[in-house]
């Protein structure tokens, strides 16, 4: 008999990284606007582009409130006032209400935008379908499939209410009022054992790509791409469809790939990283980024892209188009992975890096009574009873996070998170009495990942999913292999801070039919990253007092100012592979940590008589990750 309660075995968890929306007037569709009370709506009618519009019912796919908190700007309209931030409090398809109230009233003029800002904004799934349109089931969704990775639990950031509570003089001792305040997302955490690197992109903030084929499908940017930007404007974008990737090398053109900062200072003998894993003495890297396509717009050439663009790019640069199903594009050198042999054959190179800003997320999680398929009258305790909650955290950054394994244990990496807000399917809820639900949730292995392609697009291709083992690894210091190494964990912090603000947003009182309650007002606004501290610490048995010395000595060990690797940490974890070992040709990760300090060195005799051990406690000024693998981005 199925089950009738909700289980921990059929629930699914998914993330995306957080994108924006460009809606431009007269070239994607027309937009109107009319105030009131404070709040103004925004009225779609006319579209052209049905890539984000639906065709005919002038409706932007986006489930109904997905969007409620994410914020809206403008540019054009003609009125300097207009040119501030404001909050999404509905979308319900054909309009959007926003708050405060717009200075501009009536129709929108040729020129005109209107941007959602990436942050709380889950990418758009363009095969969504307004649940209005077709009720037998749950048709609207979010473009959200990535796998999470090796996770054993994962703890979810529940909301929480932080409840105002009020004594009044002369009404006794017990409380006489009580008023909500902040609506507070925040505790979620999850382990992983570690078979990619791509979550250290979302610790430590900055991604470049290295090693990549080329690609037999390339267009030119017809416009100049701006760092920021979730869209580009291609001169043709024949092949640059939904679920591929654009690769962004700036070639073609007289102006040079951005070269980016890798570490805050520099020393003159170093140089530009060279893409490939190997390279251990460098400061700098070449902007080149790769980003997964969203959707097309056949109107003019916009690409919509999963996750703004960290660079500039000029306008007359190539790019080059990339899919894994190397029988879909001229192209035939798409990274790919033997599942028999675990061997990789166009392996593609990361960088990443900490700098200013740390990507957001968001999760997709639904949670299921039984494994079954939807069915819009299933009965309860039936087989064909699917009821569900699913819930998208948005706007998720992560705070802090650990990277650890053992003598005896796979890599480890545990991450800490907060969550700006919760959307709710709340589609039962609408309509009482009814097994109808709003959003279509993903299930990874039952359609999302259910082949070989799209197993690598999710981040998780046949024959990856082994995660990286104590015996994959080897440390080195000092110039020399530190074998008696027992452990060793690093952590990190983004100095993350969330800030409720007083946002003048113009809510009703609200009820548990709503998607995302009073607006998101009472949730998190904004989330800002502060100062970075990392520090590693490593067990090992003592056969050189060498480290000892070097800490009371206060020694620096540093790269830059020696201009060497000599006193690099270099920390490399490499899976075997049963067939050709040759390189690239396996996944890889290598930590890097340049400049840093011992600070603790402690030498005490064991009480066991036996081996010597020594736990020291090292502190990096930063740290550099390079990984080798089959996926595209990160």
């Not at 699917?386 to 990496?413: H, M, P, Q, W």
């Not at 981040?459 to 210091?477: E, H």
């Not at 100095?495 to 949730?523: K, L, Y």
Request: aromatic share 8%; hydrophobic share 35%.
């Amino acid at each position: 008999m199925p089950s009738t309660v909700y289980k921990g075995d059929v629930s699914e968890v998914l993330f995306a990284p957080e994108t924006g929306m460009i809606i431009r007037q007269g070239t994607d569709v027309s937009i109107s606007a009319a105030n009131s009370g404070g709040v103004t709506t925004l009225t779609f009618s006319s579209e052209l582009n049905d890539e984000i519009f639906e065709n005919g019912a002038h409706k932007l796919k986006y489930p109904k409130n997905a969007l409620v908190g994410s914020q809206v700007t403008f540019t054009g309209l003609g009125d300097a006032t207009d040119r501030k931030i404001f909050t999404i409090i509905e979308n319900d398809g054909t309009t959007f209400k926003i708050s405060p109230e717009m200075a501009h009233s009536g129709a929108f003029g040729a020129g005109d935008t209107m941007q959602i800002l990436p942050f709380k904004t889950p990418p758009l799934d363009t095969a969504s379908v307004s649940r209005a349109t077709n009720t037998d089931d749950p048709s609207e969704s979010l473009f959200i499939d990535q796998f999470l990775g090796i996770a054993n639990a994962i703890a979810l950031p529940e909301t929480k209410v932080d409840l105002k509570r009020y004594h009044v003089v002369g009404l006794g001792r017990d409380t006489s009022v009580q008023v909500p305040g902040k609506y507070i997302t925040e505790g979620g955490s999850f382990e992983v054992n570690l078979h990619s690197a791509r979550w250290l992109k979302y610790c430590l903030g900055n991604e470049v790509v290295g090693n990549i084929g080329t690609s037999g499908t390339t267009n030119t940017l017809a416009a100049k791409a701006h760092a920021g930007q979730s869209h580009v404007t291609l001169t043709s974008a024949t092949n640059f469809s939904k679920g591929r990737y654009i690769l962004f090398k700036d070639t073609g053109v007289s102006d040079a790939s951005p070269v980016v900062d890798i570490v805050t200072d520099h020393a003159a003998t170093q140089s530009t990283w060279d893409g490939l894993i190997t390279d251990r003495d460098f400061d700098k890297a070449n902007g080149y980024e790769i980003r997964r396509i969203v959707g097309t717009s056949a109107v003019d050439h916009v690409v919509y892209l999963d996750q703004p663009l960290s660079y500039t790019h000029p306008n007359g640069s190539d790019v080059q188009c990339f899919e894994y199903d190397n029988s879909a594009l001229p192209s035939t050198n798409a990274p790919d992975i033997g599942a028999s042999t675990q061997t990789i054959t166009n392996s593609i190179t990361h960088l990443l890096f900490g700098r200013s800003e740390v990507p957001s997320f968001c999760l997709e999680v639904s949670q299921r009574r039984s494994d079954v398929a939807f069915s819009g009258s299933g009965a309860v305790g039936t087989s064909t009873d699917s009821k569900e909650l699913t819930r998208i955290y948005r706007g998720c950054k992560v705070t802090d996070f650990t990277l650890t394994t053992d003598n005896d244990a796979a890599l480890r990496l545990s991450v800490n998170f907060n969550s700006a807000l919760t959307y709710t399917d709340v589609g039962r809820l609408e309509a009482p009495g009814t097994s109808t639900s709003r959003y279509n949730p993903h299930r990874m292995f039952d359609d999302t990942a259910s082949n070989a392609v799209d197993r690598l697009k999710s981040g998780i291709g046949i024959g990856t999913q082994k995660p990286f083992m104590f015996y994959n690894g080897q440390i080195t210091t000092a110039g020399i292999t530190v074998a008696q190494v027992l452990s060793f964990s690093l952590t990190g912090s983004t100095g993350m801070q969330g800030f409720h603000t007083i946002n003048n947003t113009h809510t009703s009182t609200d009820s548990a039919e709503s998607a995302v309650p009073f607006a998101g007002s009472r949730n998190t606004s904004i989330m800002v990253e502060g100062q970075t501290s990392y520090e590693m610490t490593m067990e090992i048995v003592v056969d050189d007092p060498i480290f000892y010395h070097k800490m009371r000595a206060g020694t620096s060990f540093s790269v830059n100012s020696e201009g060497a690797t000599t006193n690099q940490i270099v920390v490399e974890f490499e899976k075997q592979a049963r067939g050709s070992t040759t390189a690239d040709h396996t996944e890889k990760i290598v930590i890097l940590i340049d400049e840093y300090y011992v600070v603790e060195a402690p030498m005490q005799i064991p009480e066991d008589k036996g081996a010597m051990k020594s736990t020291l406690k090292i502190m990096p000024k930063s740290i550099k990750v390079l990984a080798r693998d089959t996926i595209l981005k990160y």
